[in-house]
């Protein structure tokens, strides 16, 4: 079935629509839902309210783009919002700075993949780690961002190079224990 069918059928209040809706993109979003979650069970709760958004809007949405696009924005939404009723974080303040290091013109040449990646950058504090997946997953741009989070451009993009530079610190320190182990077992 097409999403324009579901939609029509979960417009008419049919449960097997309802459900193939949500079966067709719940691993999806759950995946979009705990890139911004400390948790799996966060990320699920997150999920829930985010479907319970997009089921109470579906009237709004107009088929000019994507389905998928369209739940993915009410889920980073709903991230967001969870996010500030949970804990609010101020994305002033520097996280170890003293261990931050300049982001470097290379990346690291690593062969990390990328459910290590997700939970690197899981470990990030939750104003990183939020920017981080705003900008460089989404595609969100720093003033989209600012706005979002009520926050400066400036901010957005300071956090930005932070988180990545610290992404890139401990890249590169998992890379160097690897070798290690490599050349200890030579």
């Not at 974080?89 to 290379?106: G, I, K, M």
């Not at 899981?122 to 003033?143: C, D, K, M, W």
């Amino acid at each position: 079935m097409e999403d324009r069918e579901l939609v029509r059928g979960a417009l008419r209040g049919d449960p097997a629509a309802q459900k193939a809706l949500y079966d067709r993109y719940a691993g999806d979003m759950l995946a979009v839902c705990y890139r911004y979650t400390k948790s799996m069970e966060d990320a699920e709760d997150v999920l829930q309210e985010g479907f319970v958004k997009a089921f109470l809007n579906l009237k709004q949405y107009r088929a000019e783009g994507e389905l998928g696009a369209w739940i993915r924005r009410i889920m980073v939404n709903t991230a967001l919002n969870y996010l500030k009723r949970r804990s609010p974080y101020n994305y002033d303040l520097a996280f170890d700075s003293d261990h931050l290091h300049p982001v470097s013109t290379e990346d690291p040449a690593v062969t990390l993949g990328a459910k290590e990646l997700a939970a690197l950058i899981r470990q990030l504090p939750t104003g990183y780690q939020t920017i981080f997946n705003l900008y460089a997953v989404e595609g969100y741009s720093h003033v989209e961002i600012g706005k979002l989070l009520g926050i400066s451009e400036g901010t957005s993009r300071s956090q930005y190079a932070r988180s990545r530079a610290l992404l890139i610190t401990w890249i590169q320190n998992k890379e160097a224990q690897a070798q290690n182990v490599r050349y200890a077992g030579k």
